[in-house]
Structures are given as structure tokens and as C-alpha cells.
């Protein structure tokens, strides 16, 4: 995945923009479902048994479909936030964590002070071989640690993203349909083979989005799972002695 790109407010803009589609697209669903109801109920009347039967299970069949997409939207629009707080806190521990980090290799590595380039004798051996070995060790692991944790996170909140933003697509596609098929208006001959096609068409999108937002769920559990790698990584004192900082003078 990489260290996260861009700024933070880019993504939960993103997010953002998303959820209102979202949040809009439903109404709409919503509105235009229970207008295409009151219009067989408009003409309910003059339908046939058979007629009837067909387009009860053909609503059942859209209703299914739409209660699906309808309980994912539920979750999304009552749990999105903390999305957008992963996404911060990834960039935040890039920024805060390991940008300072890396930026301490280069100094521990080198002389505070030209005239210590002439520093011989046994000291100056014993902190060539053993201290600054040790400083630059637990400086580059420590920049890995925050690496590791920043990207993490952006693995997590970016496939949370696009989990938000393929629902959206979702919503977005179910709706066309239903506009398409303009059942509100249509006359008595034509509503029974619309309401059919309608549902059959819903459930074909409805089922390919669930599966496309399983896998991304897949996903983010998978990455989840790495937090084991994150608590092994972060009890390792390998450069740690004693899970503090190498000293240089030991009193």
C-alpha cells in the first residue's frame, strides 16, 4: 500500500461526498418505490389473479433487494465517522511520529561536533564500535516501527473509503434503474412487465455490489489481522535494551 498520499482532507472529502450521495440516492430510492406502489394500487382494481400474483412477487422480489442495500447503508451512515478519524490518525503518525524519526538517522550517525572527528583512544573506540551502533540501530528501527503503524492505518481507512465510496456507486446505479423505468407513470398494460424487469435487473446489481463490498470487507479484516505483526513488532526490544533507549553513559 505505501505511506498515505495526498492530505488528509482530500480523503475525508471523499468520504464525505460519498455518504451525502449515499444519504441522497436512498431517499430517492425510497420515494420513487412507493410511488411505483401507489400506481399498481392506483390500478389494482382492473388487474387480473394472475396479474396480481405476478407482480406481488415481483415487488417481493424488488423489496428483497432493496432491504439488502438498505440495512448496508443503515451501518454506513451510523458508524462513517470513525473512518474518517482512522484517516487522520494515519496521517497524523506520518506527520507527528515518522518524518521526526527518520529525520534523526542522519544526526545520530554523524559528529555533533567537527572537533570529534580527532576524538581517539579507547573511549572514542568504545563509542564507535558499541554506542553509535547501537543509537543508529534503535533510530532506523524505530522509524520502521512508525512506518509500519502509519501504513497500517492508511491500509485500513483507504479500503474503508472505497468500501463507502462503491456503495455510493452502488446506490447511485440502483437508482438509474428505477428512474429508467418510470413505473409511476406507466399505464395498466405496461406496469406488471416493468415492475419484473425492474426487479430482476435491482437484484442482478444488488447482488454484484454485496460481493464487490465483501471482498474490500475481506480486506480490511485481513489488514486488521496484521495488528498481531503491530503488538510483536512493538514488544521487540531487540533494539531496545530493556525497552528503553541505548544510552550512550550508563550511571
Do not use: C
Given at each position: 500500500m505505501g505511506e498515505p498520499t495526498g492530505t488528509a482532507g482530500e480523503h475525508t472529502s471523499a468520504i464525505e461526498r460519498a455518504v451525502e450521495q449515499i444519504r441522497e440516492g436512498i431517499k430517492a430510492i425510497v420515494d420513487k418505490f412507493n410511488a411505483a406502489i401507489d400506481q399498481c394500487n392506483s390500478k389494482w382494481f382492473y388487474l387480473s389473479p394472475a396479474v396480481k400474483l405476478w407482480i406481488n412477487r415481483s415487488l417481493d422480489k424488488f423489496r428483497e433487494a432493496i432491504d439488502k442495500i438498505l440495512a448496508i447503508v443503515g451501518e454506513v451512515l451510523a458508524h462513517y465517522a470513525p473512518v474518517t478519524?482512522?484517516?487522520?490518525?494515519?496521517?497524523?503518525?506520518?506527520?507527528?511520529?515518522?518524518?521526526?524519526?527518520?529525520?534523526?538517522?542522519?544526526?545520530?550517525?554523524?559528529?555533533?561536533n567537527a572537533n570529534l572527528a580527532y576524538w581517539?583512544?579507547?573511549a572514542a573506540k568504545h563509542y564507535n564500535m558499541q554506542v553509535l551502533p547501537d543509537q543508529k540501530d534503535a533510530t532506523d528501527a524505530l522509524g520502521q516501527k512508525a512506518g509500519f503503524i502509519s501504513e497500517w492505518l492508511y491500509e485500513i481507512a483507504i479500503s474503508n473509503i472505497?468500501?463507502?465510496?462503491?456503495?455510493?456507486?452502488?446506490?447511485?446505479?440502483?437508482?438509474?434503474?428505477?428512474?429508467?423505468?418510470?413505473?409511476?407513470?406507466?399505464d395498466l398494460i405496461?406496469?406488471?412487465?416493468?415492475?419484473?424487469?425492474?426487479?430482476?435487473?435491482?437484484?442482478?446489481?444488488?447482488?454484484?455490489?454485496?460481493n464487490n463490498l465483501l471482498s474490500i470487507v475481506q480486506r480490511i479484516v485481513e489488514a486488521g489481522g496484521r495488528a498481531r505483526s503491530a503488538i510483536s513488532d512493538r514488544v521487540d526490544e531487540s533494539k531496545f535494551p530493556g525497552g528503553s533507549w541505548p544510552q550512550a553513559v550508563k550511571g
Open positions: 478519524s482512522l484517516v487522520n490518525i494515519s496521517f497524523h503518525w506520518l506527520d507527528a511520529v515518522k518524518k521526526p524519526v527518520s529525520g534523526m538517522v542522519s544526526p545520530v550517525s554523524g559528529w555533533a581517539e583512544g579507547g472505497q468500501y463507502v465510496t462503491d456503495l455510493s456507486t452502488v446506490v447511485g446505479d440502483i437508482l438509474g434503474e428505477i428512474t429508467t423505468a418510470a413505473i409511476e407513470s406507466l405496461n406496469i406488471p412487465w416493468a415492475i419484473d424487469r425492474l426487479a430482476n435487473a435491482v437484484g442482478q446489481l444488488v447482488t454484484k455490489g454485496v
